[in-house]
């Protein structure tokens, strides 16, 4: 069993950045793959940002490529998001999830075996 925690939103004016951060404990952090999905009101949840278990493999949603990165800390059991440039339409629930598909980045949600309770990321025009 994974018990992962996400901190960090907030609210934030457009261009401005947060970091999130996602504590899991339990089980082996290195032993999956971790990844940033947000669901906006009305819409499907969507990958933002996934990585490997070793850090070395990641995947970014087209929307947020350039502006998001995400990086993992293993001695840490910690997983970022790293959220620049933020703009209006970012707003959205930021949720963790951990994979046991440990090699790989991008993953469809019921590939994921494990969620956070979510974290409430709102950016004003």
């Known amino acids: 069993q994974v018990q992962l925690v996400e901190s960090g939103g907030g609210l934030v004016q457009a261009g401005e950045s947060l970091r999130l951060s996602c504590a899991a404990s339990g089980r082996s952090f290195s032993s999956y793959s971790m990844g940033w999905f947000r669901q906006a009101p009305g819409k499907e949840r969507e990958l933002a940002a996934g990585i490997s278990w070793s850090g070395g493999t990641t995947y970014y949603a087209g929307s947020v490529k350039g502006r998001f990165t995400i990086s993992r800390d293993n001695a840490k059991n910690t997983v970022y998001l790293q959220m620049n440039s933020l703009k209006p339409e970012d707003t959205a629930i930021y949720y963790c999830?951990?994979?046991?598909?440990?090699?790989?980045?991008?993953?469809?949600?019921?590939?994921?075996?494990?969620w956070g309770q979510g974290t409430q990321v709102t950016v004003s025009s």
């Open positions: 999830a951990a994979s046991r598909y440990a090699g790989r980045a991008w993953l469809r949600p019921n590939e994921y075996d494990y």
